[in-house]
Structure formats: structure tokens, C-alpha cells
């Protein structure tokens, strides 16, 4: 029988796809944005998504979906906002998102989860209760899960290179076990070397911005890790091979806008180039909107096709260029870099939305607020380990 697993604060569902793949079986989901709650479903359509603020969800919500002593797993990855220092304001937020961590507490309670698995950002290690305070929410977080019974946890932060994502992505994890004897550790890095962005695109034809052509057909380009994205037997999603591409969609860039991508080189962003070009050449550029009026480090950072890319984020529209051709990313594109499969449907939404309603996700955000599945098949593997090493222990 398989292991049982609560997701919390689910998104789009990267954990799920991750530990589905691994044989974990998910039977609830809790997601409050309905557009990741569309998305959620329609690529997981076993799994009961509750679209619930969960702070409102009861006990009588999950008890019916879940076996009658109690789930293997709860996961819980809460917003990563107020934790984020990738904007200058960011952590000057403290409000009660900080605190969410309680909620997955609180299910594992009601779920009688055997493990409880927290992730988020790696600055949450350092974020205090208030400005006024030296208490760090992680303190806290610790000292709860005592009280809660889950004593026995470990903390590890892990970079998503190491486990097959052609990404720097690193994350803040704390897995907690209400059994003080059992044996917990995180999953053990691969050997092998990072996976490159040319990798990661292999078999994605190029398409043209503002020709309204979506790319369908893949191209001979071969890569063992686009071959993975495409083995749905690995994923066991219970579909043949993916055949054709989907959201492989040109944006609409400006004129001006594709002479600034044309500027830039591998490796290089918005930054680099307004320390290339100053003075009365700056202002000619920016005359033209070649250039912004404002720098903004994080953007327009043209990709290097042979390295692992940086960090996929909400943002990822705006912050990344193609490596080597003059347009920002598709949608496809930043799920192979999050390590989405091809068949993976990001249906809710619309494609693209300003980053002002919170109440909503477009699809590049649903992707760059996801945890990449095969950071989570590795974690799904290790925890299976746990638990079929230990079961024994939790009939006690």
C-alpha cells in the first residue's frame, strides 16, 4: 500500500508531481489561489483540492479522504514572501504569513501524520519575529514543534542542482517526526555534474516574438534530461509519451525591447548594460526605451547555455532572456528549468498577469512558485526509505 501524503499550501503542484512519481500517494490538497487550484486538479484529478484559506479548514474536511489512523506525510512549503530577500523591501514585511507554519502543524495534528515535511526560502533561517526582536521565526517554528509532539526533526538546506534541476535553486527544509527513535536524513546529492540550459531546452523549437506562433513539434535535439520530462512512465501519469509541445507560445516584445535583448550577452543583464553604456549614450538608449529609466538588477538576464540557470522565480517573464535567441522565455521553457513534465497542463489563469492580484497566478508564476518535482521525487524517495524502515515503530 502506498505511503500517504497531505499537501499543504500546494500551488501548482510540483511537490505532488515529485512524490506521485516516487510512489507517494497524495490525498488532499490545500491551496487557496484558484488558479493553481485549476491546475492543481486538472493534473492531479486523484487528489481531493480543498480551495480553502487554510486557516479555515477543519478537521471534517480532511478525515473522510484520509485512512482512519491517520496520513504518512504532511508537507507544507507557506508562502515565501516575507522571507524572500530579493527585493529591497521585502523583509520589512511582518504580518501574520510568517506564522502560517502553525497551519501545517495543525493539520499534521489532525492527520496524525507519522512526518511533517516544511519548505521555504533559505533567509527564513535568519528572519526575526519583528524588527524589534532577536527571536528568529525559525525559533519559533522549532519550539512548536516540540509542543506539538514532532521533537525529532532535522534541517537541511538543499540546492536543486544536486538532484538533476538544471537550476540554482536553494531550499530551506525541515522534516519532523513524532517518533523520538526514528532515523531521519535528507536525500543524497546526485554525483553527477549540474544539467545545463541547452540540455534543459533540447527538443523545443525556437519561436519567433510577435508571430503569434505557438511552437508544437519537437525538434530532433536530444537530451537524457528532456527525454526524462517526456517519460510519462517515470512520472506515471498513465499517458503514453508526450507527442506534442504545449505552451511553447512567443511573447510580444516591443521593438525597443528586442534591441535591448540583442545587446546582451551570455551571462550578462540590465545591469551589465547600464554599466556598459553611461553618460549621453545611456540617455540616447533610454530616449529610445532601449534602456529602462530605472535599473533593475534581477532582469533581462540573458541565460548561459552551458550552465545550470539561476533561480526560476515568479518573475521569470522578466528576469530571463533565451540564450540564444533575442525574446524571454516560454512557459515550457521555465517548467523544463523547474523540471516540469511536458505533459504537465498549466491550465488555470491567464498567461500572463502584472504581479499586483494576489488572489490569482498567471502560468509563468504558477511555475516559479513551485517546488521542482525532481527535488521533491528525491525527497518522496527518502521518505519512503523512512517510513518503510520505521513503520513498524508507528503502530505504537
Not at 510580444?252 to 553604456?277: D, I, M, V, W
Not at 522578466?318 to 525574446?327: A, C, G, L, M, Q
Amino acid at each position: 500500500m502506498a505511503f500517504t501524503h497531505i499537501d499543504c499550501f500546494s500551488g501548482t503542484g510540483g511537490i505532488c508531481t515529485g512524490f506521485h512519481a516516487a510512489g507517494l500517494e497524495t490525498r488532499i490538497a490545500i491551496e487557496y489561489i484558484q488558479s493553481c487550484v485549476d491546475t492543481y486538479a486538472a493534473n492531479h484529478p486523484y487528489v481531493q483540492v480543498l480551495h480553502s484559506d487554510i486557516r479555515d479548514v477543519t478537521a471534517e474536511q480532511i478525515l473522510p479522504y484520509i485512512p482512519a489512523d491517520g496520513v504518512d506525510l504532511v508537507s507544507s512549503g507557506m508562502p515565501c514572501e516575507t522571507f524572500s530577500t530579493a527585493g529591497n523591501t521585502s523583509r520589512s514585511f511582518y504580518d501574520d504569513r510568517q506564522f502560517l507554519f502553525r497551519e501545517g502543524i495543525r493539520i499534521a495534528k489532525i492527520a496524525k501524520a507519522k512526518l511533517l515535511l516544511f519548505e521555504n526560502v533559505p533567509a527564513i533561517t535568519s528572519k526575526t519575529v519583528s524588527k524589534q526582536s532577536s527571536q528568529r521565526i525559525v525559533a519559533v517554528l522549532e519550539e512548536e514543534l516540540v509542543e506539538a509532539g514532532y521533537g525529532n526533526f532535522i534541517e537541511v538546506i538543499l540546492n536543486s542542482t544536486h538532484y538533476g534541476v538544471p537550476q540554482r535553486r536553494n531550499r530551506f527544509f525541515i522534516l519532523a517526526c513524532r517518533f523520538a527513535d526514528w532515523k531521519l536524513s535528507a536525500p543524497l546529492p546526485h554525483d553527477g555534474r549540474e544539467i545545463s540550459v541547452l540540455e534543459a531546452f533540447a527538443g523545443l523549437p525556437n519561436v519567433t516574438p510577435n508571430s503569434g506562433k505557438e511552437g508544437k513539434k519537437y525538434t530532433a535535439g536530444h537530451s537524457e534530461y528532456a527525454s526524462l520530462l517526456r517519460n510519462n512512465d517515470f512520472w506515471k501519469t498513465g499517458v503514453g509519451a508526450c507527442e506534442a509541445i504545449t505552451y511553447q507560445m512567443p511573447m510580444k516584445h516591443r521593438g525597443c525591447t528586442l534591441e535591448r535583448f540583442a545587446l546582451l550577452k551570455q551571462g550578462e543583464s540590465l545591469k551589465n548594460l547600464f554599466e556598459r553604456y553611461t553618460g549621453a549614450e545611456r540617455e540616447k538608449l533610454q530616449e529610445r526605451r532601449v534602456l529602462p529609466k530605472k535599473m533593475f538588477i534581477k532582469r533581462n538576464y540573458r541565460l548561459k547555455p552551458g550552465d545550470a540557470a539561476p533561480t526560476v522565480t515568479s518573475h521569470c517573464l522578466d528576469e530571463f532572456v533565451h540564450p540564444i535567441y533575442n525574446r524571454a522565455l516560454t512557459v515550457r521553457e521555465c517548467a523544463r528549468l523547474q523540471s516540469f513534465p511536458d505533459c504537465y497542463d498549466f491550465c488555470g489563469g491567464p498567461y500572463i498577469i502584472p504581479h499586483v492580484e494576489r488572489t490569482v497566478q498567471d502560468k509563468y508564476e504558477q511555475i516559479g512558485d513551485a517546488v521542482p518535482p525532481l527535488l521533491a521525487y528525491a525527497w518522496g524517495m527518502k521518505i519512503s526509505e523512512i517510513l518503510g524502515g520505521n513503520d513498524s515503530a508507528a503502530s505504537l
